[in-house]
């Protein structure tokens, strides 16, 4: 599978730094009060608006389908937004948020959730044109068998793996269609990599034929 798409894939963020993030984020848009009707709290006047509440709640919900919205839910949710603005608003006082290691991590989780909305919405654009054909599902099968009977192992007839089979293709067409999607995206870029500079940095005797200053990739 192609290496790019292994980055790509990669790049996950973990549900911890979306909510410290994201808290910072809205901390930077909310800071004004606005329309006063629309806060259900407020940390040191800086009000949490009902929008970004209601944000919050669909994320969780999201996250762990058995959530239930409950008023004993909604406190501790309310309390753990109180808790990570305070927090926030304690690190600005401290000068952290100008920390050139601060701003990095930002502009990482930026790019990485970039990077995922750009592959769910190609994913999305793929859905509508891929399909998995029927024969699609007995080559797939037929090779499955193959391999059992190398193995010796005794596979489980069409009809059982029918729609995993079926959901396997589709997974991998969609691969497939990113990965052919993003070699044409660089067919068509300009890009040169420094070789030279990459192999002394790590001290790499240059044994590859690179020719330096400028091989275009």
Same mark, same amino acid.
């Given at each position: 599978? #192609?290496?790019?798409? !292994?980055?790509?894939?990669?790049?996950?963020?973990? &549900?911890? %730094?979306?909510? =410290?993030?994201?808290?910072? !984020?809205?901390?930077?848009?909310t800071k004004?009060?606005?329309?006063?009707?629309?806060? =259900?709290?407020?940390i040191? #006047?800086?009000p949490? *608006? %009902? /929008?970004?509440?209601q944000? /919050?709640?669909?994320?969780r919900s +999201?996250?762990d $389908?058995?959530?239930?919205i409950? $008023?004993?839910?909604?406190?501790?949710?309310?309390? @753990?937004?109180?808790?990570?603005r305070?927090?926030?608003?304690e690190?600005? +006082?401290?000068g952290? @948020?100008?920390?050139?290691d601060?701003?990095?991590?930002?502009q990482? !989780?930026?790019?990485? @959730?970039?990077?995922r909305e750009?592959?769910?919405?190609? #994913?999305?654009?793929?859905?509508?044109?891929? !399909?998995?054909?029927? *024969?699609?599902?007995e080559?797939?099968?037929?090779?499955?068998?193959h391999?059992?009977?190398?193995?010796?192992?005794?596979? &489980? &007839?069409?009809?059982? %793996?029918?729609d995993?089979i079926?959901?396997?293709?589709f997974?991998?067409k969609?691969?497939?269609?990113?990965?052919?999607? %993003? *070699?044409?995206?660089r067919?068509?870029a300009?890009?040169?990599v #420094?070789?030279?500079?990459?192999d002394?940095?790590?001290?790499? /005797?240059n044994?590859?034929?690179?020719?330096?200053?400028?091989?275009?990739?």
């Open positions: 599978m #192609n290496k790019h798409f !292994f980055r790509m894939s990669r790049l996950l963020v973990s &549900p911890v %730094l979306l909510a =410290v993030l994201g808290t910072i !984020f809205i901390y930077g848009c004004g009060k606005g329309d006063e009707s629309n806060i =259900v709290a407020t040191n #006047n800086e949490i *608006k %009902l /929008e970004d509440f944000r /919050e709640m669909a994320l +999201k996250q $389908p058995s959530y239930k409950t $008023p004993q839910a909604i406190d501790e949710q309310i309390d @753990t937004i109180i808790d990570r305070l927090m926030i608003q690190a600005t +006082k401290m952290l @948020t100008s920390n050139k601060f701003v990095r991590t930002i990482t !989780f930026w790019e990485q @959730t970039l990077i750009l592959i769910e919405a190609k #994913n999305r654009e793929w859905e509508k044109r891929l !399909f998995v054909s029927e *024969k699609d599902i080559d797939y099968y037929e090779k499955m068998q391999t059992a009977e190398k193995d010796m192992i005794e596979l &489980p &007839p069409l009809q059982t %793996l029918y995993q079926k959901r396997d293709i997974l991998q969609k691969t497939d269609a990113l990965e052919t999607w %993003l *070699k044409e995206v067919g068509k300009v890009i040169e #420094n070789d030279k500079l990459l002394a940095s790590f001290d790499i /005797e044994k590859s034929g690179h020719t330096g200053d400028g091989d275009v990739r």
